[in-house]
């Protein structure tokens, strides 16, 4: 088995102690030095004294200002690259980061910075120190404290980018994030954790997709286990997050209980809302589009025993619409477009259809409904904008007689946000 080749990446303070300490103890194939312009000696020193180190493998950037944290992060995240270039040179290679030495800010940045990479932490430490134990550590007592990179062993920065992901309605990105944060974690305690959030960040990019039965079988699964949620919420936010959780399982297990309800309608808009919030304006309006015809075929269904705009009985429809229309029937029957149903609605009656007409609608030459015709995801080349999604949203919501609160709305998991 081929042994491992270490990268080991130092932090330099006033004494080189430590860091030959950590040269010893890892026996490195390649070292960068992270001197500040102070302890650009001590650096030297350890390069010249040093003879564990292979001839020409020694790497160094030089701080301007150690005690700038902003600027000692900006330094070292030029160190992303060369991290990445030695790491994919195959399964042996791999890289330590020693920030013992230094300034306090050198240190943080360190940690902050390679809290990305896949990497360990080393930190010398002492058996010995002066000042009664509270000074420096006595040198040739010098000795390696060793431990995984914790961002990647207890999963922090995989919910942390998670949380974030799942607020920019990434849902699927975010459950492949802590599904791979969870393969690699060794505690069960860790796993479950983000088991627990996977399955919520796929519940609702299944409900996302309209799949509401298996979107409810993962939130249920997530309510199992609130303790992991109030683990990494805490109290206050988890609870809110939890109480959302439990409204929206009951919601989805009525959706695919009853698909054609208004509250299906509700869930399209908020699909249409969730995807004009990412600026995919003709994605919100092909959904609103459906949305406004499946009002007007609720309502012929519900109020008009007319259980289906595909096959409408020529009989049902009234004189002098009748007419206008036999010449389009076959068997007997006529399918009908958005636009047809709600002139059918307005023909017999129904305040829905001439709510229509009031808003403009049935106009085919200013109707936001013949730019969604042209758009490009229908039957023209012409994308949609902001403008037209804004005309059909307030339509579809003045139609459909909702109001803000009837919208579903997702929680939001990095900051204090409910849901509907």
Request: hydrophobic share 40%; charged share 25%; proline share 4%.
């Given at each position: 088995?081929?042994?491992?080749?270490?990268?080991?990446i130092?932090?330099?303070?006033?004494?080189?102690?430590?860091?030959?300490?950590?040269?010893?103890?890892?026996?490195?194939a390649?070292?960068?030095?992270?001197?500040?312009?102070?302890?650009?000696?001590?650096?030297?020193?350890v390069?010249?004294?040093?003879?564990?180190?292979?001839?020409?493998?020694?790497?160094?950037?030089?701080?301007?200002d150690?005690?700038?944290?902003?600027?000692?992060?900006?330094?070292?995240?030029?160190?992303?690259?060369?991290?990445a270039v030695w790491?994919?040179?195959?399964?042996?290679?791999?890289?330590i980061?020693d920030?013992t030495?230094?300034?306090?800010?050198?240190?943080?940045?360190?940690a902050l910075?390679?809290r990305?990479?896949s990497c360990?932490?080393?930190y010398?430490?002492?058996?010995?120190?002066?000042k009664?134990?509270?000074?420096?550590v006595?040198?040739?007592?010098?000795?390696?404290?060793?431990?995984?990179?914790?961002?990647?062993?207890?999963g922090?920065?995989?919910?942390?980018?998670a949380?974030?992901?799942?607020?920019?309605?990434?849902?699927?990105?975010?459950a492949n994030?802590?599904?791979n944060a969870?393969n690699?974690?060794?505690?069960?305690?860790?796993k479950?954790?983000?088991?627990?959030?996977?399955?919520?960040?796929?519940?609702?990019?299944?409900?996302?997709?309209?799949q509401?039965?298996e979107?409810?079988?993962?939130i249920?699964?997530?309510l199992?286990?609130?303790n992991?949620?109030k683990?990494v919420?805490?109290?206050?936010?988890?609870?809110?997050?939890?109480?959302?959780?439990?409204?929206?399982?009951?919601?989805?297990k009525?959706?695919?209980?009853?698909?054609?309800s208004p509250?299906?309608?509700?869930?399209l808009?908020?699909n249409?809302?969730?995807?004009g919030?990412?600026?995919r304006?003709d994605?919100g309006?092909?959904?609103?589009?459906?949305?406004?015809?499946?009002?007007?075929?609720?309502a012929?269904?519900?109020?008009?025993?007319?259980?289906?705009?595909?096959?409408?009985?020529?009989e049902?429809?009234?004189d002098?619409?009748?007419?206008q229309?036999?010449s389009r029937?076959?068997n007997?029957?006529?399918?009908l477009?958005?636009?047809?149903?709600y002139?059918?609605?307005?023909?017999?009656?129904?305040?829905l259809?001439?709510t229509?007409?009031?808003?403009?609608l049935?106009?085919r030459?200013?109707s936001?409904?013949?730019?969604?015709?042209?758009?490009?995801l229908?039957?023209?080349?012409?994308p949609?904008?902001?403008?037209?999604?804004d005309k059909?949203?307030?339509?579809a919501?003045?139609?459909?007689?909702?109001?803000?609160?009837?919208?579903?709305?997702?929680?939001?998991?990095a900051?204090?946000?409910?849901?509907?």
């Amino acid at each position: 088995m081929e042994a491992n080749r270490h990268f080991l990446i130092c932090t330099v303070g006033g004494t080189a102690n430590p860091i030959i300490a950590a040269i010893k103890e890892w026996r490195p194939a390649r070292v960068l030095l992270i001197p500040s312009i102070g302890t650009e000696t001590i650096a030297n020193d350890v390069e010249s004294k040093c003879g564990l180190v292979p001839s020409g493998a020694w790497d160094r950037i030089t701080l301007h200002d150690a005690e700038d944290f902003g600027d000692c992060v900006r330094l070292m995240r030029s160190l992303d690259e060369k991290v990445a270039v030695w790491l994919r040179k195959g399964s042996s290679y791999d890289v330590i980061v020693d920030f013992t030495g230094g300034t306090k800010c050198m240190s943080a940045a360190l940690a902050l910075v390679s809290r990305r990479w896949s990497c360990r932490f080393s930190y010398i430490g002492g058996a010995e120190r002066t000042k009664n134990g509270t000074g420096v550590v006595v040198s040739g007592k010098e000795q390696a404290r060793v431990t995984q990179n914790p961002w990647n062993a207890l999963g922090y920065q995989a919910i942390e980018d998670a949380c974030l992901l799942f607020d920019q309605q990434a849902f699927m990105p975010a459950a492949n994030l802590l599904d791979n944060a969870r393969n690699a974690a060794d505690e069960d305690s860790i796993k479950r954790t983000l088991s627990t959030l996977h399955q919520l960040c796929e519940g609702y990019g299944l409900w996302d997709r309209f799949q509401h039965k298996e979107a409810a079988q993962r939130i249920e699964k997530t309510l199992k286990n609130t303790n992991d949620l109030k683990a990494v919420f805490g109290s206050t936010h988890s609870e809110l997050v939890i109480h959302t959780l439990q409204r929206h399982c009951a919601m989805l297990k009525t959706l695919f209980a009853q698909p054609q309800s208004p509250a299906i309608v509700a869930d399209l808009l908020a699909n249409a809302k969730r995807r004009g919030c990412e600026a995919r304006w003709d994605d919100g309006v092909a959904r609103l589009y459906r949305a406004i015809e499946w009002i007007a075929q609720l309502a012929l269904a519900e109020r008009h025993a007319i259980p289906s705009t595909s096959g409408v009985a020529v009989e049902c429809i009234p004189d002098p619409l009748r007419e206008q229309w036999r010449s389009r029937a076959e068997n007997g029957k006529l399918a009908l477009g958005l636009r047809d149903a709600y002139c059918l609605l307005d023909s017999r009656g129904d305040k829905l259809g001439r709510t229509f007409k009031d808003l403009k609608l049935d106009d085919r030459d200013r109707s936001p409904l013949t730019s969604r015709n042209h758009s490009i995801l229908a039957h023209g080349a012409q994308p949609v904008g902001k403008q037209v999604f804004d005309k059909l949203w307030s339509a579809a919501m003045t139609l459909g007689g909702f109001s803000e609160n009837d919208i579903p709305m997702f929680p939001r998991l990095a900051t204090n946000g409910d849901g509907r």
